[in-house]
Nanobody, 119 residues
Framework: QVQLVESGGGLVQAGGSLRLSCAASGSIFRIDIMGWYRQAPGKQREKVAS???????NYADSVKGRFTISGDNAKNTVYLQMNSLKPDDTAVYYCNTIALTSARFGDFWGQGTQVTVSS
């Protein structure tokens, strides 16, 4: 299977920056997409950004121009640079990957990392 280990969350003031990292490990044959989702209290989980193996990126409208996703295929790692953070960005951020492993092809999720933006 795939293990996703996230790091980089924390508490930051509005206007500040944070960088999230997520490293995938396990019996991975191929990673097609890596991305970040978030879930705020009382809200549904939403997609924040994703990056394909070939480097094509996609962003939620709410983070365009403020967040940047990047990846390192050799390390099976994805990063999310978050700038100009707002209180509305407060959520648990989850790493996600669509990957082919020795067991199956499908979605895998990390445990989540808390991001709190104070006003």
């Amino acid at each position: 299977q795939v293990q996703l280990v996230e790091s980089g969350g924390g508490l930051v003031q509005a206007g500040g920056s944070l960088r999230l990292s997520c490293a995938a490990s396990g019996s991975i044959f191929r990673i097609d997409i890596m991305g970040w989702y978030r879930q705020a209290p009382g809200k549904q989980r939403e997609k924040v950004a994703s990056i394909t193996r070939s480097g094509i990126t996609n962003y939620a409208d709410s983070v365009k121009g403020r967040f940047t996703i990047s990846g390192d295929n050799a390390k099976n790692t994805v990063y999310l640079q978050m700038n100009s953070l707002k209180p509305d960005d407060t959520a648990v951020y989850y790493c996600n990957t669509i990957a082919l492993t020795s067991a199956r092809f499908g979605d895998f999720w990390g445990q989540g990392t808390q991001v709190t933006v104070s006003s």
